[in-house]
């Protein structure tokens, strides 16, 4: 079981980026995917969090209009698409995933992959 973290980066404020998790062992389908963040010094905080039906919830206000999760069954991938990208949003990003429902708690989870860092420049 493992999911491979990928697609952070380094960009202006404004601009956008679509870190990825690709899922191996196991399909994301059947599963709640959370995204986190970890700023450096601060927590690790829930963003957002795809349910297995396909419904989106927010923890982050400042995610909602800007950030979109998606799951690519296909490729048993998950995406997030962040626009207007601000450095308040520098953090490595996290995937993670588990069977029971989504949570804002990073204990609830059980698999989680490696992290990505996103960097936003003033």
């Known amino acids: 079981v493992q999911l491979q973290a990928s697609g952070g980066g380094l960009v202006q404020a404004g601009e956008s980026l679509r870190p990825s998790c690709a899922a191996t062992?196991?399909?994301?389908?059947?599963?709640?995917i959370g995204w986190f963040r970890q700023a450096p010094g601060k927590d690790r905080e829930g963003v957002l969090c795809l349910s297995v039906p396909g419904i989106s919830a927010y923890y982050v206000d400042s995610a909602k209009g800007r950030f979109t999760i998606s799951r690519d069954d296909a490729a048993n991938t998950v995406y997030l698409q962040m626009n207007d990208l601000k450095p308040e949003d520098t953090a490595v990003y996290y995937c993670?995933?588990?069977?029971?429902?989504?949570?804002?708690?990073?204990?609830?989870?059980?698999?989680w992959g490696q992290g990505t860092l996103v960097t936003v420049s003033s």
């Open positions: 062992g196991f399909t994301l389908g059947y599963y709640h």
């Open positions: 993670a995933v588990q069977r029971y429902h989504c949570s804002r708690r990073a204990a609830a989870y059980n698999y």
